[in-house]
C-alpha cells in the first residue's frame, strides 16, 4: 500500500487561508469516506481534526475543513494563526481493511 | 477522559526483539480498535497494525507482516506491540492509537515510546 500523496510544504500569514491536498487512489480515499486529518506538532502526538472528511471532533475550530473530490482529500485552514504552524496527515482506510497514511505536509506561518 | 499511557524508551540491539505496552484507561476497551503507528526521526507517521480486543483479531501492514505481533490483555486493559527482527531502520517512535469502532478513525493517542536500534 502506497503512501497517500500530501505536498511536502505549505506556508501562510497570518489570517490567509491555504489548503492541503492529499491523493490516493479508489482502493483508498476514492472509494471510501473515512479520510481523516491530524495536526502533529514537533515532539506531540497527532491530534485529529477531522474524520469522516469533513466532521469535526468536538473542540475542533471551525477554521478547519475538510472536502473530497474523487480520489483527492483537502484541509482547509482558514485564519491562519501562528499555532496553526505544524505537521499535518491525512489517513485513508483502505480495501484491505487497512489504514494508509500521508507523507505529511509542513504548514509554516510567515 | 480516554488516556493511554505507553512503556518507557527502550534500546535494542540488531535482531533483537523489543516489546512495548499501551494501557488504556477506559470502561470500553474491547469498543475499539487498538492501531500502532511508526514515525521514523523526522519522517511521518506510518501505520503498522491494529488488534480488536474483543476477539483478538488482527491486521498487519504489509512491511512489517512477519515481524509484528499486536496483542490485547482485557484482564488489565493493555495493548502490546512486539517487533522482531530488528534493524536500525527500526528505530522510531511507536505510538498506539485508539479507533472506536462507532468512528473508524483514531481519536487518542499514547505519547508515543522511542526505541532506538543500536550495536
Known amino acids: 500500500q502506497s503512501a497517500l500523496t500530501q505536498p511536502a510544504s505549505v506556508s501562510g500569514s497570518p489570517g490567509q487561508s491555504i489548503t492541503i491536498s492529499c491523493t490516493g487512489t479508489?482502493?483508498?480515499?476514492?472509494?471510501?469516506?473515512?479520510v481523516s486529518w491530524y495536526q502533529q506538532h514537533p515532539a506531540k502526538a497527532p491530534k485529529l481534526l477531522l474524520f469522516?472528511?469533513?466532521n469535526r471532533p468536538s473542540g475542533v475550530s471551525d477554521r478547519f475543513s475538510g472536502s473530497k473530490s474523487g480520489n483527492t482529500a483537502s484541509l482547509t485552514i482558514s485564519g491562519l494563526q501562528a499555532d496553526d504552524e505544524a505537521h499535518y496527515y491525512c489517513?485513508?482506510?483502505?480495501?484491505?481493511?487497512?489504514?494508509?497514511f500521508g507523507g505529511g505536509t509542513k504548514l509554516t506561518v510567515l | 477522559e480516554v488516556q493511554l499511557e505507553q512503556s518507557g524508551t527502550e534500546v535494542r540491539k540488531p535482531g533483537t526483539t523489543v516489546k512495548i505496552s499501551c494501557k488504556v484507561s477506559?470502561?470500553?476497551?474491547?469498543?475499539?480498535?487498538m492501531h500502532w503507528v511508526q514515525q521514523a526521526p523526522g519522517k511521518g507517521l506510518e501505520w503498522m497494525g491494529l488488534?480488536?480486543?474483543?476477539?483478538?483479531?488482527?491486521l498487519y501492514a504489509e512491511r512489517f507482516q512477519g515481524r509484528v505481533s499486536i496483542t490485547a490483555d482485557t484482564s488489565t486493559d493493555t495493548v502490546y506491540m512486539a517487533l522482531s527482527d530488528l534493524r536500525s531502520g527500526d528505530t522510531a517512535i511507536y505510538f498506539c492509537?485508539?479507533?472506536?469502532?462507532?468512528?473508524?478513525?483514531?481519536?487518542?493517542w499514547g505519547q508515543g515510546t522511542l526505541v532506538t536500534v543500536s550495536s
Open positions: 492509537a485508539r479507533a472506536p469502532k462507532t468512528l473508524g478513525t483514531f481519536d487518542y
Open positions: 469522516d472528511v469533513s
Open positions: 489517513t485513508s482506510y483502505t480495501t484491505s481493511r487497512t489504514r494508509v
Open positions: 488488534v480488536d480486543p474483543e476477539d483478538g483479531d488482527t
Open positions: 477506559t470502561s470500553t476497551f474491547s469498543d475499539a480498535y
Open positions: 479508489s482502493s483508498d480515499v476514492g472509494g471510501y469516506n473515512s
